[in-house]
């Protein structure tokens, strides 16, 4: 191996090209091979999962789940804890072995196949015949398991496979990603989808199969996990709507309100709706902070629970000065997470699959709420808000405009569009992040004229989420309409295809223009969702993912024209944009 590690699942990868000796997220080498390990073993779970039910042997939903929360733990900026990944990477062996004993039970010597031409596992077992004993497992140090995962590494396989086959099978692992993080969360609201969990066991296996070996099975398999990545999407939407209800336009504050003060980030609002029920009569405030800003809009959240104060704070790259400066505990509850720094690492706690070594982590058990008195306890002794401003000079920011509020004012847009008062809509939002060239979302949003809406959703928003945009001419509608966390960005799709109809045409025929900004495998799963409904003319930046290689970059512009934004020009982009390109 050429270096200390190889990583270019995400946007902020350095140079562009991939991270050699430590993540810009942070990521240890160690962590980074232990990470390629637990793939590993998740393929050959996958393949042993895949087996089992093609031969009508019931697959446990403790293989779905871990195969959800190990994959979701992948993801970028999620969770940074050696030890965890051990456990991980023991229970996907400890399922492995479970599958094949039913299999044996039930009388099948089926096995899933392992076939011996595949080059990128050239230096252990196929995954579905290698497995490490618990016993093994039990003694090995993380030590043992970083060398383990050195053969099974990025930075090994880019030397051995065709550039770009393996940019093609990252761009599935990296959607498989984003889909776990969407199955996950779903699961914790008690919602699965049958046809999701099987899906990821059956994802993973063709990366083991000979079929991964051809071009155009290979694209035919990016195509499937935009497919399922819609349902996805869809299953998360029916789990907040389910249990919280619907989002409604609401005013957040954004300043500070005097009071003892607790604040979680990330995106669960299970976890939200847990820790305000706790919070409830003990005189602390609970604030949110980056994507948990949408939690604001929802009925069972919002009526209920008053000392749900307001959000602090911008996007996730802004926590180390922004963590440090809030007066009480945080929490934060998913992924973005950045290394937390001294001056708030003694109160800051971790929950579900996001962790940091050394940071306090707060366990759950499945159906159960989880136990905050910690944190509630290092709230109360913590001093909170000492001050606030006059209520005159206290500002606010709306958010709420999930698909329902959109589609009960449908009939305006679409009449606005009929009347000439609406010529364009644009799509502006997604991940955030802190290079420079990511002002460009921004200056695109301030640009676009008065006849014109804008909708947004992820941490993207917070570049303008507070500038004030006004409302459209001869409407009583916004022009801003924040529609929520990266993880509602099925509100956008199903936005888009009701005024499609309404308007009698498709997606691609509609004043409507994406222009996403993206940072991790979220992203990809809803860029691969939306180059599978046949989305044309999306924008993506500020830079094109690394482990694109050019030809498999052309592949997808010859069929979507997926175009990369002009981030020394936003104007130019408006102007683009608006003439339909």
């Not at 579905?128 to 398991?145: E, H, N, R």
């Not at 001056?343 to 962790?355: I, K, N, P, Q």
């Not at 709420?400 to 010529?423: I, S």
């Not at 570049?463 to 022009?479: M, V």
Request: some cysteine; hydrophobic content about 40%; aromatic content about 8%.
């Amino acid at each position: 191996m050429d270096n200390k590690m190889f990583c270019y699942q995400c946007e902020q990868t350095s140079k562009g090209t991939g991270c050699t000796t430590v993540g810009v997220c942070g990521k240890t080498p160690e962590t980074a091979v232990l990470q390629d390990l637990l793939t590993y073993s998740l393929k050959g779970l996958g393949c042993w999962a895949a087996c089992a039910a093609e031969q009508g042997c019931e697959v446990p939903q403790a293989v779905y789940t871990l195969l959800n929360a190990a994959t979701f733990a992948t993801l970028t900026n999620v969770n940074f804890d050696d030890k965890r990944f051990k456990e991980y990477i023991c229970e996907a062996h400890a399922l492995r072995e479970e599958l094949e004993k039913r299999l044996r039970d039930k009388g099948s010597e089926a096995s899933p196949p392992t076939p011996a031409n595949l080059p990128w596992f050239d230096l252990l077992a196929h995954p579905a015949a290698w497995k490490l004993s618990q016993g093994y497992l039990a003694t090995a140090s993380v030590d043992q398991l970083t060398q383990l995962g050195k053969m099974t590494s990025l930075e090994h396989r880019r030397h051995i496979m065709d550039p770009t086959l393996m940019g093609l099978h990252e761009m599935i692992t990296y959607g498989l990603r984003g889909l776990a993080a969407y199955s996950h969360h779903a699961e914790v609201l008690g919602h699965h989808d049958p046809e999701v969990d099987r899906f990821m066991a059956r994802c993973y296996a063709f990366l083991c199969s000979e079929a991964a070996l051809d071009l155009g099975a290979t694209l035919a398999m990016v195509d499937e996990v935009g497919a399922v990545g819609v349902k996805g999407m869809r299953l998360l939407d029916q789990g907040h709507t389910t249990k919280f209800g619907h989002p409604e336009p609401t005013q957040v504050r954004i300043t500070p309100k005097r009071g003892k003060a607790i604040l979680i980030s990330g995106h669960d609002l299970q976890d939200t709706a847990d820790l305000l029920a706790q919070t409830e009569g003990t005189g602390v405030n609970v604030w949110t902070h980056g994507e948990l800003l949408p939690a604001h809009g929802y009925p069972a959240l919002k009526k209920r629970y008053p000392h749900l104060a307001g959000n602090y704070g911008g996007a996730w790259y802004r926590q180390q000065r922004e963590f440090a400066e809030f007066p009480g505990p945080v929490l934060m509850t998913t992924n973005c997470i950045s290394e937390p720094r001294s001056s708030y690492a003694d109160r800051m706690f971790t929950t579900g699959e996001v962790g940091w070594a050394g940071v306090t982590h707060i366990e759950g058990k499945p159906g159960q709420a989880k136990d905050f008195s910690s944190l509630i306890k290092m709230a109360q002794e913590l001093p909170g808000f000492e001050y606030e401003p006059p209520e005159s000079e206290a500002k606010f920011v709306t958010t709420g405009f999930a698909r329902n509020a959109v589609l009960g004012v449908a009939g305006e847009v679409v009449k606005a569009v009929q009347q000439g008062h609406l010529k364009h809509i644009f799509l502006i939002g997604g991940c955030d992040g802190a290079e420079p060239t990511r002002k460009y979302f921004g200056k695109v949003a301030d640009a676009t004229p008065q006849d014109t809406m804008v909708l947004t959703l992820g941490c993207g928003k917070f570049r303008f989420y507070d500038h004030e945009f006004g409302t459209l001419p001869g409407t009583p509608l916004p022009r801003l309409l924040d529609m929520g966390q990266c993880n509602d960005a099925y509100s956008a799709v199903v936005v888009a295809g009701a005024l499609a109809d309404a308007l009698g045409t498709d997606i691609n025929g509609l004043p409507l223009s994406l222009d996403l900004s993206w940072l991790e495998q979220k992203a990809v799963i809803i860029l691969l969702s939306l180059l599978h409904l046949g989305v044309r003319n999306i924008r993506i930046g500020p830079k094109l993912p690394a482990f694109l290689t050019p030809e498999a970059l052309q592949v997808i512009v010859d069929k979507w024209n997926l175009q990369l934004t002009d981030v020394k020009h936003p104007e130019q982009d408006v102007a683009a944009m608006l003439a339909g390109h």
